[in-house]
């Protein structure tokens, strides 16, 4: 298994931050290798994308959501992944972002990947992303998808 974290301040508010994150059908506007995410149930995610460049499906389930502070999900078929990302405040409506992923890397190149560090390149680019996506001018407020407690 391999542990790899990344973070980020955003210039918003935490509430929005995580209303947008909690807009899963957005992410593949910000996350690299996702093509498309949609719910199949209000805690259970089925995702579109590529790994090493071979299009793969897998399903998510979202373990925790703490409004605004925490949401922790892992993979429960396809790619053995689990990650948490955290909100928090750092003044003046700011937010300081912080993904941890832990992958199973179940190919040579993706164990490779891991080791050069190729996987905390793509997280600090896909927050990146996040953020220019998050702190452009007229973009809407996002809404919280509801997630069952």
């Known amino acids: 298994m391999v542990h790899v974290e990344a973070s980020i301040e955003v ?23 996702i093509d498309e995410v949609w719910p199949v149930t209000n805690r259970r995610l089925r995702v579109l994308g590529k790994v090493a460049g071979k299009p793969r499906r897998w399903s998510v389930q979202v373990m925790e959501d703490m409004p605004y502070e925490r949401i922790a999900w ?11 990302i955290h909100f928090t405040d750092s003044g003046q409506n700011k937010t300081r972002v912080l993904l941890r992923l832990d992958v199973d890397p179940t190919t040579w190149m993706g164990k ?32 919280r998808n509801e997630l069952a407690h």
């Open 74 to 84: 892992q993979s429960v078929d396809g790619i053995p992944i689990a990650g948490t």
């Open 11 to 33: 210039n918003a508010t935490r509430e929005n931050v995580y209303g947008l994150w909690t807009r899963f059908e957005d992410l593949p506007r910000f996350m690299t290798g």
């Open 112 to 143: 490779a990947g891991a080791n050069l560090g190729l996987l905390k390149y793509r997280m600090n680019t896909d927050l990146r992303r996040f953020k220019e996506y998050m702190e452009t001018p007229g973009r809407m407020e996002p809404k």
